[in-house]
């Protein structure tokens, strides 16, 4: 599966995300949800399309697919140095997928802020110091490592470390390498660096509720350096969050319309950490079963056959597959094969966000 780790300073409201994100997840009955551990969580990814589906087709079970969270707390001034654990959260880091970075954005006398008052630049850019400082360590090191291994001649090795040069020269200046340009090219051939600043990020702006309906300065600013940075920004209130994810869905449905919203700050937040990670989404839909399967992009229909059985993806035959808006619109699946809107794809077909798949197979 993948996974999105939650970082930020101390004191931020990490925690309290965490575990509403989680017991949000346990309490929708119809999802498979389990805790690994205190500090993991795998939750449904919440989807429309899903809903509507399910609305029509009425099955009798329905399977979100999901995205794992993982608490990183821990992470201070200094971590990159060993202060802390710090060496220790970073190389959880290393090992996520994406990163969700949590800022202070409420004002709370009760809470005390670990670096003394409200001030979301100034948080952002330590943690963000400490992810650079541990990604020049890291590459540094490999640089050494390819300079030595590229005297004995060989190119690929030598280009290697070429790349990873140029990357450290822009880490130095202090930029977070998913925001240089080109370097989806640049880490292409570094795969095994897990480089901490190459992942995608969504900051995740915890604010009063008063300003869940209107951005104040604190958010403001959190999102010119997300702009900068090719990062997103999710705006949530962990205190109205933890509440709501006391309630069950009807009344969690309720509370967030007497507040105007059609979907909880968690909601959008496990949205956008889906979105972030580059997947797409495939439905097979039955009167038994409505499930949702994530694959990556370029997947082949064969491919994606054997996320649901390896004896569909050997057996594959074809598969019939309707795009979810030809299924919006015609309203069943009937419907859809009436307008002529199921396709007969083969084993090569790249799978497209949305499909809805029956595979045909031998056994
Ligand atoms: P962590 O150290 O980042 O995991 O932070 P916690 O989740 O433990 O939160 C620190 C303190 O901030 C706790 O007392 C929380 O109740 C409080 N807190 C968290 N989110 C909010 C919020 O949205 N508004 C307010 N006023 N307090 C919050």
Not at 1 to 17: D, E, M, R
Not at 23 to 28: C, I, L, V
Not at 163 to 177: D, P
Not at 184 to 202: A, C, F, G, H, R
């Amino acid at each position: 599966g993948f996974n999105c780790g939650i970082v930020g300073l101390p004191n931020v409201g990490k925690s309290t995300i965490f575990n509403a994100l989680t017991k949000a997840g346990a309490e929708s009955a119809n999802y498979p949800f389990c805790t690994i551990d205190p500090n993991r969580g795998i939750v449904p990814v919440p989807d429309e399309r899903m809903d509507f589906l399910v609305e029509k087709i009425k099955p009798q079970s329905t399977v979100a697919t999901t995205i794992e969270f993982i608490d990183i707390a821990g992470l201070v001034k200094g971590a990159s140095q060993g202060e802390g654990l710090g060496n220790k959260f970073l190389t959880h880091i290393r090992q996520v997928d994406a990163v969700a970075h949590v800022v202070r954005c409420f004002d709370d006398p009760n809470v005390v802020h670990v670096e003394g008052g409200v001030d979301p630049v100034r948080d952002i850019e330590i943690i963000n110091t400490e992810l650079l400082l541990s990604d020049m360590e890291l590459i540094e090191r490999a640089v050494d490592r390819n300079k030595k291994a590229a005297k004995g001649g060989d190119k690929e090795t030598k280009r290697k470390a070429e790349a990873l040069e140029a990357l450290l020269a822009e880490v130095q200046k202090g930029r977070m390498i998913r925001s240089v340009e080109g370097f989806e090219e640049l880490t292409e051939s570094l795969k095994e660096y897990p480089l901490i600043t190459s992942k995608p990020v969504m900051y995740v702006a915890n604010v009063d509720e008063a300003v869940l309906a209107e951005d104040n300065d604190h958010v403001k600013k959190v999102r010119e350096i997300a702009a900068k940075e090719n990062a997103v920004v999710v705006k949530i209130c962990g205190s109205i969050e933890s509440e709501i994810a006391e309630l069950d869905e009807e009344e969690a449905k309720e509370f967030l319309a007497s507040m105007g919203l059609d979907r909880s700050g968690l909601q959008s937040m496990i949205a956008q950490g889906y979105k972030l990670l580059d997947l797409l989404t495939f439905f097979t839909a039955g009167e038994k079963e409505v499930r949702a399967w994530t694959v990556t992009g370029g997947t082949t229909a064969q491919k994606a056959a054997g996320k649901i059985h390896s004896d569909i993806e050997r057996g594959f035959i074809r598969a019939e597959v309707t795009s979810y808006s030809d299924f919006e619109t015609a309203g069943s699946m009937a419907k859809a094969k009436e307008l002529g809107k199921m396709r007969l794809e083969g084993k090569e077909y790249i799978v497209q966000d949305g499909d809805i798949i029956y595979f045909r197979f031998n056994v």
